[in-house]
């Protein structure tokens, strides 16, 4: 949780006057997978299990967005529950500008309110913050590759699937973890280079994601996405190759 009250507001103070007016019963009507806390405060207790903090988190996310339940409070909770991902990332990039946190809040807030649920639906914590990256990098060093003076050197293997699944791990990354955030450079450099497409690289990355639970994960996402085993194991395979083929590249620019 954030603890400078400044940033999104103090989070005892959001959850006691959440809890006084049983507001988790409320938005539990519109999204079951709430139902059975007893308190605000419970959702940030569920970080230990992956699949449940993806689950909570997006439920959070679709109240919040505008064309969901466009619900302020929401968009409070999950800005709060994403503080520890929102902080590492404005340390990354804090040579970008001089109170790079509101930057990274205020980018959180809009990539929160105007969120795809309908299309995107796990990996939540993950994507939120890949959006507001790709957004801050977009404005701040428009055409640019991030370049990082005190950057320890994390070589990011792309055909490891546990590294790729560090992106979903459901909480975002604690400051210090660094490679997951190597990893988010990877793919945005891809895609911005035209090494690999957007969607393919989330078609990757949501795969991965499957595949760390032991789920059938092509068959999975295959389905969800409306498409062949067989485009999801060729796009996967091309997007793969794509990436170990620009590997030089990429650490080249990165030097």
Do not use: K
Not at 33 to 40: N, R
Not at 76 to 85: E, I, K, M, R, T
Not at 109 to 134: G, Q, S
Not at 146 to 158: G, H, T
């Amino acid at each position: 949780m954030f603890r400078d009250a400044t940033v999104a507001g103090c989070w005892a103070g959001l959850v006691a006057r959440l809890d006084s007016s049983d507001v988790v019963a409320r938005w539990a009507v519109r999204e079951p997978v709430l139902s059975g806390a007893v308190s605000v405060g419970a959702f940030a207790e569920q970080a230990a299990d992956r699949r449940r903090a993806d689950e909570v988190l997006g439920a959070l996310v679709r109240l919040a967005a505008v064309d969901g339940g466009d619900e302020p409070d929401a968009l409070l909770v999950a800005l709060h529950l994403l503080s520890d991902g929102a902080l590492a990332l404005a340390g990354r990039l804090a040579d970008l500008h001089v109170d790079m946190v509101t930057l990274v809040v205020g980018e959180l807030t809009v990539r929160i309110r105007t969120f795809p649920w309908r299309r995107r639906t796990r990996a939540y914590a993950a994507n939120l913050l890949l959006d507001t990256r790709a957004g801050l990098l977009r404005e701040l060093r428009p055409g640019c590759t991030r370049a990082y003076p005190d950057r320890r050197e994390v070589l990011v293997d792309p055909l490891d699937d546990r590294q790729v699944a560090t992106l979903l791990d459901g909480p975002a990354p604690a400051a210090g973890e660094g490679a997951a955030l190597e990893l988010v450079d990877l793919l945005l450099w891809a895609e911005r280079t035209g090494v690999a497409s957007g969607e393919d690289l989330r078609l990757l990355v949501e795969e991965a994601w499957v595949r760390e639970f032991g789920v059938a994960a092509q068959e999975t996402v295959a389905a969800q996405w409306g498409v062949d085993v067989r485009t999801v194991r060729r796009r996967r395979t091309r997007t793969l190759r794509g990436l170990q083929a620009a590997a030089g590249a990429y650490l080249a620019a990165c030097a």
